[in-house]
């Protein structure tokens, strides 16, 4: 594998967490309630 590839796969999986919360938002925006599990584990996400 290249250098660039795991660079890559970690690229992926940003855009695909943020399509996640992108549904989430809306879901969100209907119930008008949040899922503090949901969100602990973007803020995990991010930061590792």
């Known amino acids: 594998m ?11 999986l940003i855009e695909r967490m943020i399509r996640v919360m992108q549904a989430n938002l809306e879901t969100i925006s209907k119930e008008e309630k949040v899922d503090p599990v949901f969100v602990d584990t973007v803020i995990d996400f991010i930061r590792t």
């Open 2 to 12: 290249m250098p660039v590839g795991p660079l890559m796969i970690e690229h992926r």
